[in-house]
């Protein structure tokens, strides 16, 4: 029995400074959820993965998560990328100290 597809947002940490950023459609990487790609489709979202994954120099640990449809661009539907969208847990700072000012 196959399950239906849950729509994805592809997700790494970018190289240099270990931020958490999400692929756009128009091929950016974006520290903002909301700015992500929803991929609806198993197959693209597979594409996208493997685009991602081939961007060595710029992002590791790519990855799907699960995402949904919202007011303002994709949210996430699991805790753990609620999470990573907030940025460090330790204090303020990267995307927290940005927002901050």
């Known amino acids: 029995m196959n399950r239906r597809f849950t729509p994805k947002v592809v997700t790494a940490n970018r190289l240099r400074e270990g931020d958490v950023v999400y692929l756009t459609a128009d091929d950016r990487w974006s520290q903002l959820h909301n700015e992500a790609e929803l991929i609806e489709d198993e197959a693209h979202a597979q ?45 303020n700072h990267g995307k927290q100290a940005d927002l901050a000012n």
């Open 47 to 91: 594409l996208r993965l493997l685009h991602a994954a081939a961007q060595r120099r710029l992002v590791v640990g790519a990855y799907l998560a699960d995402a949904k449809p919202g007011p303002n661009g994709p949210e996430p539907t699991h805790f753990r990328e609620e999470f990573r969208t907030r940025g460090p847990s330790n204090y």
